[in-house]
């Protein structure tokens, strides 16, 4: 699918992204959730929980970010490797690496911050062949 196919709230929501306007992000894909009832309904609330775990990281919420990186693979994951031109596999695991500080603490990781070097970004592609 050419990616000016894909619904305009997911495009404006994968460029808010990637513009590092999370809760700008979110709240575009949040409109385009309600208006779905198929099985890309699951999948934007992955996206939703992607942003908002990064707007919490980048905030200092270290447990709101924690809580929702942990939603956001549980939704996500069933839609790998690709899913509506995004490459979910990748995704998850540069999520992983930007989180890596809150994964990996022993103890709470009061000092954690979110390494914007380390953020990732959507990149929307066409998908050749049938299907999404």
């Keep these: 699918m050419p990616a000016d196919e894909y619904p305009a ?11 590092r306007e999370f809760f700008a992000c979110h709240d575009a ?3 385009l959730w309600t208006e779905t009832l ?3 309904r699951q999948f934007y609330q ?3 929980h992607a942003a908002v775990a990064l707007f919490h ?10 809580k929702m990186y942990d939603s956001m693979r549980r939704y ?13 596999e990748s995704l998850l695991a540069q999520m992983r690496t930007c989180f890596r500080p809150l994964l990996e603490a022993r103890e709470w990781p009061a000092d ?4 914007e070097v380390q953020i990732p970004a ?4 066409e998908h050749r062949g049938t299907g999404r």
Excluded: K, Q, W
């Excluded at 954690?112 to 390494?115: G, K, R």
């Design 9 to 19: 709230l997911y495009r404006e929501g994968i460029r808010l992204f990637n513009e």
């Design 46 to 48: 992955g996206l939703i």
């Design 76 to 88: 996500l994951a069933p839609y790998g490797p690709r899913y509506m031109g995004l490459d979910v």
């Design 38 to 40: 198929g099985p890309e």
């Design 29 to 31: 894909l949040e409109e």
């Design 122 to 125: 959507l990149t929307l592609e």
């Design 112 to 115: 954690a911050t979110l390494d």
């Design 57 to 66: 990281f980048s905030e200092g919420n270290l447990g709101g970010a924690r």
